[in-house]
T-cell receptor
């Protein structure tokens, strides 16, 4: 599990600020995903990427921006943070998407927007 | 889009008894159904999955059953142990569409 890491693990920011959450994996997995986890909603997909320079929207993409210039990194940026984006964010990766099987999750980033 | 409902939201069982968690899905085209376990403060981890061409799958004390006609699938844990205490999430997806839709989770507590 040390193959996928997230930073920072905890972040407090103010409304309106830009914040970037980092995700790094060492397995050279093609697919990477960003989820948010909120009580009562389970895990919801924000964005995913099938390969470097290929990204697509998930269920709740509004207010978020992603990029993937390198296979191993998949940063998530909140361009202007809002209180509703207070959540736990999980990054995940997999060899080949759903067909490729298991998604491996990172340890999560707890973000609080004040 | 897909909608996954999960019941119950909390479940307490005596150690050694069985636990059953049920999920229903809305999109009849969905064909992949994983279950994730999340211990307190930890990351979700896949414990078992099933594809729509299979009706049941077992892995030691854990089994998953799928009823495509009724569009529901269930997680069965037998001979429960304290380490089974966690939140369990079901999910559904369609091969070729990389979007896992998760249920809202079941908090399972094993009473010693």
């Amino acid at each position: 599990d040390a193959g996928i890491t997230q930073s920072p693990r905890y972040k407090i920011t103010e409304t309106g600020r830009q914040v970037t959450l980092m995700c790094h994996q060492t397995w050279s997995h093609s697919y990477m995903f960003w989820y948010r986890q909120d009580l009562g909603h389970g895990l919801r997909l924000i964005y995913y990427s099938a390969a470097a320079d290929i990204t697509d929207k998930g269920e709740v993409p509004d207010g978020y921006v992603v990029s993937r210039s390198k296979t191993e990194n998949f940063p998530l940026t909140l361009e202007s943070a809002t209180r509703s984006q207070t959540s736990v964010y999980f990054c995940a990766s997999s060899v080949g998407g759903i067909v490729g099987g298991e998604q491996y999750f990172g340890p999560g980033t707890r973000l609080t927007v004040t | 889009g897909e909608n996954v409902e999960q019941h119950p939201s909390t479940l307490s069982v005596q150690e050694g008894d069985s636990a059953v968690i049920k999920c229903t899905y809305s999109d009849s085209a969905s064909n992949y159904f994983p279950w994730y376990k999340q211990e307190l403060g930890k990351r979700p981890q896949l414990i078992i999955d099933i594809r729509s061409n299979v009706g049941e799958k077992k892995d030691q004390r854990i089994a998953v059953t799928l009823n495509k006609t009724a569009k529901h699938f269930s997680l069965h844990i037998t001979e429960t142990q304290p380490e089974d205490s966690a939140v369990y999430f079901c999910a559904a997806a369609l091969f070729g569409n990389e979007k896992l839709t998760f249920g809202t989770g079941t908090r399972l507590t094993i009473i010693p």
